[in-house]
């Protein structure tokens, strides 16, 4: 008999773990489909784009950061998106984000920034308390009202 103490764990089985981070992918969605931003393969792509975007703002260490919390589903639909992780980021501001989001998905301004703004805050409930807050501090002060709710 081992004299170590013995540490119990729960280890997902990979098809418990596939699962429940389908469903948080679902519930994300869904919660973004609540706030008005359309059907679900409108919702899809408003999520992959604003994120991918995001993360072109964000260094690439950071970027891998961010994905590592992100619901598996949505993570591997932002690879396209993935740069080296001692790339530098993209020094962008809130204009050009919004521009970006208008371009790739034909919005109107006023809807862009809707969008932008309710994909971010749901993404940053996807995340730890510590990775929102490393992601915020890599965003210009103009971009901060989008991932940070107002108090």
Do not use: C
């Not at 408003?46 to 975007?53: F, H």
């Not at 994905?67 to 591997?76: I, Q, Y």
């Not at 020094?91 to 969008?115: D, N, Q, S």
């Not at 940053?124 to 002060?141: M, N, T, W, Y």
């Amino acid at each position: 008999m081992s004299n170590r103490p013995y540490e119990a764990t729960y280890e997902p089985r990979p098809g418990d773990q596939a699962r429940d981070e389908e469903l948080r992918y679902q519930r994300f969605l869904s919660a973004l489909q609540r706030a008005g931003l359309g059907a679900p393969r409108r919702v899809e792509s408003l999520a992959v784009t604003i994120l991918g975007a995001l993360e072109q703002r964000l260094s690439g260490a950071e970027a891998r950061d961010l994905n590592a919390e992100l619901p598996w589903p949505l993570r591997d639909q932002l690879r396209k998106f993935e740069r080296d992780p001692r790339g530098r980021p993209e020094r962008f501001r809130r204009e050009e984000l919004l521009r970006r989001v208008r371009e790739e998905l034909g919005l109107e301004p006023g809807e862009a920034e809707h969008a932008v703004r309710t994909v971010l805050q749901h993404a940053r409930q996807l995340l730890s308390e510590k990775e929102g807050s490393d992601v915020a501090d890599q965003l210009p002060r103009d971009m901060q009202d989008l991932w940070v709710p107002a108090a």
